[in-house]
């Protein structure tokens, strides 16, 4: 027996065998993943994006940020839905082709006409019927993002929130063949969404949930994430399926 594997050790070669071993422990490390390999895998990505950075000589996007300048000229955020609905306009009359929301207008503006005349104690009744009759902040938005093509966002939550019955709100159609691609996709237990009026309003609706790694940086952005139960597509390839005119997003 002895003499075998000293005929097999030889014809195999010492140094194949600690090849081997070495590749055993380094697969080894690899499926175990601890977070010191972690940690250099995720530094080496930003060192790569520091030496070669992605550079695009075209901006097809722009931001329209509410920053402090914004702030300064129109008040606190969150504003009147009015003056969303101004800023749609606007956009639209500029030429944007879609306008994307991060923000999620998930209540009922308190600022609107009807809100008012229940709020204020010293009005008198005429005063109040004037303001009863007048349009909602929120559907003068939804008119809004009818004459636009619009994609407001959604966010994956943790914790559940009553937003009433929302069986009537639209959602895209996310195809896929199998296997089921959900077992590998980020999971939000609930789904935050926008007001009905406005859901259905909108050409479109989509996630931008974000995921950070171990140490707090978003390095990758999901296009599907699994929210409330359903496939959700991100923010992003939503925008784009609504300005190409699809009608749903299939998964290959």
Do not use: C
């Given at each position: 027996m002895k003499k075998t594997l000293s005929r097999w050790g030889q014809r195999f070669g010492l140094g194949r065998a600690i090849g081997l071993f070495l590749l055993f422990v380094f697969l080894a490390i690899r499926v175990w993943d601890p977070p010191?390999?972690?940690?250099?895998?995720?530094?080496?990505?930003?060192?790569?994006?520091?030496?070669?950075?992605?550079?695009?000589?075209?901006?097809?996007?722009?931001?329209v940020d509410i920053d402090e300048q914004s702030l300064r000229a129109y008040g606190q955020f969150p504003w009147a839905r009015?003056?969303?609905?101004?800023?749609?306009?606007?956009?639209?009359?500029?030429g944007a082709a879609i306008i994307g929301f991060d923000v999620i207008f998930a209540e009922p503006d308190r600022l609107s006409p009807g809100v008012a005349a229940d709020?204020?104690?010293?009005?008198?009744d005429?005063?109040?019927?004037?303001?009863?009759?007048?349009?909602?902040?929120?559907?003068?938005?939804?008119?809004a993002l009818r004459r636009s093509r619009v994609v407001l966002g959604?966010?994956?939550?943790?914790?559940?929130?009553?937003?009433?019955?929302?069986?009537?709100?639209?959602?895209?159609?996310?195809?896929?063949?199998?296997?089921?691609?959900?077992?590998?996709?980020?999971?939000?237990?609930?789904?935050?969404?926008?007001t009905p009026v406005l859901e259905k309003a909108a050409a479109g609706r989509g996630l931008f949930s974000i995921v950070p790694e171990r140490d707090g940086i978003v390095r990758r952005i999901p296009i599907v994430m699994e929210a409330g139960g359903q496939i959700v597509p991100a923010l992003s390839l939503e925008i784009l399926r609504v300005g190409f005119a699809a009608q749903a997003i299939r998964l290959i």
């Open positions: 010191p390999l972690q940690e250099l895998r995720l530094r080496s990505f930003d060192l790569y994006q520091l030496l070669y950075p992605r550079v695009t000589d075209q901006r097809p996007v722009t931001i009015t003056r969303i609905a101004e800023l749609i306009n606007k956009l639209t009359a500029m709020s204020f104690a010293n009005l008198d005429a005063t109040r019927e004037k303001l009863r009759s007048l349009p909602s902040n929120d559907d003068v938005l939804a008119a959604q966010s994956g939550i943790t914790a559940p929130i009553d937003q009433g019955d929302l069986s009537s709100i639209p959602r895209t159609t996310v195809a896929f063949r199998p296997p089921d691609p959900t077992p590998w996709l980020v999971k939000f237990p609930h789904l935050l969404v926008n």
